[in-house]
């Protein structure tokens, strides 16, 4: 299916780690990226990976988060560690159909899943 469908979210103490995974098809997408929104405060950017394997990062997360993809199984994972309460939001999986370069905005985005709960615990 086309809307992608996030997975693996969940409690975790401060510097534990989780990984989360966003199954999508139906289309060739140019890039699959990874929002988080909290409580009152606009969605953001977190990490993004293009077809190229080119891989973006929000300055925060850059060295604790790492994005991957497998082709194969249609499938980009996050892979989340030295986690912080700041970290704690609703993670949403997206995928983009363009050729553009808006890699970290929302609007760059086609395709949106219903989010995954992430809450880090201090």
């Known amino acids: 299916q086309v809307q992608p469908v996030e997975s693996g979210g969940g409690l975790v103490q401060a510097g534990g780690s989780l990984r989360l995974s966003c199954a999508a098809s139906?289309?060739?997408?140019?890039?699959m990226g990874w929002f988080r929104q909290a409580p009152g405060k606009e969605r953001e950017f977190v990490a993004a990976?293009?077809?190229?394997?080119?891989?973006y990062y929000r300055d925060s997360v850059k060295g604790r988060f790492t994005i991957s993809r497998d082709n194969a199984k249609n499938t980009v994972v996050l892979q989340m560690n030295s986690l912080k309460p700041e970290d704690t939001a609703v993670y949403h999986c997206?995928?983009?159909?363009?050729?553009?370069?808006?890699?970290?905005?929302?609007?760059?985005?086609?395709?949106w899943g219903q989010g995954t709960q992430v809450t880090v615990s201090s």
């Open positions: 997206a995928a983009k159909i363009g050729y553009d370069s808006n890699w970290v905005g929302p609007s760059g985005y086609d395709y």
């Open positions: 139906g289309r060739t997408f140019t890039a």
């Open positions: 990976i293009r077809w190229t394997e080119s891989t």
